[in-house]
């Protein structure tokens, strides 16, 4: 059974730009949830698509945003790049139904420069 | 005051020690707890899923809840040096699994 794939695996932006990652859950799973790893910060939530439907939003600002395709494939925008948000992005696959595990990607590399 | 807090570490142990690792937190309608390991450069990987307070034991790994103190814990027996990672705690409300909340994580180094 697949894992959870996020592509790419690295990615280098520069400020102002924006930038497209790319998460694809483990078969079946409906729920797919976006989080921003830093050293700083660490593991923060930045929301969740079920069904095509943001169900859950973090406390990120609106550069953030996110979407769900037919195929529960999921995507995460980040518009006008900052350095600050130079992280590891990671998405979380799970059922999506009642309250069952969350099975995390590698991740995305961002460095803004 | 952040909703989860987890002492950062480093800590380093001889290896076959048992290890300790714990996670306090400040909302009580927190109802799912895990426990994630994550080796550098990779994702997250679940060792725990836990609900409410008691136990529970895979292998060498034991979560414990303690809902009454908010304080879980997770418990490594017979440590190996391929357990070295950092270990984080993770907890959800009844919106479950799809909104997690982290504690900084513990840096673990199994030294042979």
């Known amino acids: 059974k697949a894992g959870v794939t996020q592509t790419p695996r690295y990615l280098i932006k520069t400020r102002g730009q924006q930038v497209t990652l790319s998460c694809s859950p483990i078969s079946g799973h409906r729920s797919v949830s976006w989080y921003q790893q830093t050293p700083g910060q660490g593991l923060q939530f930045l929301f969740e698509y079920f069904s095509e439907t943001q169900r859950n939003k973090g406390n990120f600002p609106g550069r953030f945003s996110g979407r769900q395709f037919s195929n529960s494939r999921s995507e995460m925008n980040v518009s006008t790049l900052e350095l600050g948000d130079s992280a590891l992005y990671l998405c979380?696959?799970?059922?999506?139904?009642?309250?069952?595990?969350?099975?995390f990607g590698q991740g995305t590399r961002l460095t803004v420069v | 005051q952040k909703e989860v807090e987890q002492d950062p570490g480093p800590l380093s142990v001889p290896e076959g020690a048992i290890v300790s690792l714990n996670c306090t937190y400040s909302n009580s309608a927190f109802q799912y707890f895990m426990w994630y390991r994550q080796y550098s450069r990779k994702g997250p990987e679940l060792l725990m899923y836990t609900y409410s307070s008691g136990n529970k034991e895979d292998g060498r790994f034991t979560a414990q809840v303690d809902k009454s103190s908010k304080y879980i814990s997770l418990f490594i027996r017979d440590s190996q040096p391929s357990d070295s990672a950092t270990y984080l705690c993770a907890m959800s409300d009844s919106q479950g699994a799809q909104k997690l909340v982290f504690g900084q994580g513990t840096r673990l180094t199994i030294n042979p």
């Open positions: 979380a696959s799970s059922s999506g139904l009642g309250n069952t595990e969350a099975f």
